[in-house]
């Protein structure tokens, strides 16, 4: 089972920074992600860390702007979004797989959380 919390609402320019707190044994060797999702558009994704933590991979929209990080000592996942724009504004999703290896795909992880909201006002 995957939480996220840590969304809401923030002007354009502003910060938040995202949390998934996971509930499982396998947390430190799982590749992470997170994605988000517009109503009417496919789910996109954000950012990826792998199980090691050796390795992050980030869209291009995300990237110099969010910075995903893990603490598998607390099981947690985190997203910090800076200089947020509009066109940021979804629903966040934390995802796992059980393998370590990172991918963009949304079709190769394997849980879910429910997504936290963040909207970005102009």
């Known amino acids: 089972q995957l939480v996220e919390s840590g969304g809401g609402l923030v002007t354009a320019g502003g910060s938040l920074r995202l949390s998934c707190v996971a509930s499982t044994r396998t947390f430190w060797s799982s590749a992470m992600a997170w994605f988000r999702q517009v109503p009417g558009k496919e789910r996109e994704f954000v950012a990826a860390i792998s199980g090691t933590d050796v390795s992050q991979y980030y869209a291009d929209s995300a990237k110099g702007r969010f910075i995903i990080s893990r603490d598998n000592g607390k099981d947690t996942l985190y997203l910090q979004m800076n200089s947020l724009k509009p066109e940021d504004t979804a629903l966040y999703l934390c995802?796992?797989?059980?393998?370590?290896?990172?991918?963009?795909?949304?079709?190769?992880?394997?849980?879910w959380g429910r997504g936290t909201q963040v909207t970005v006002s102009a």
């Open positions: 995802a796992g797989r059980r393998s370590g290896y990172i991918i963009d795909s949304p079709q190769y992880y394997d849980y």
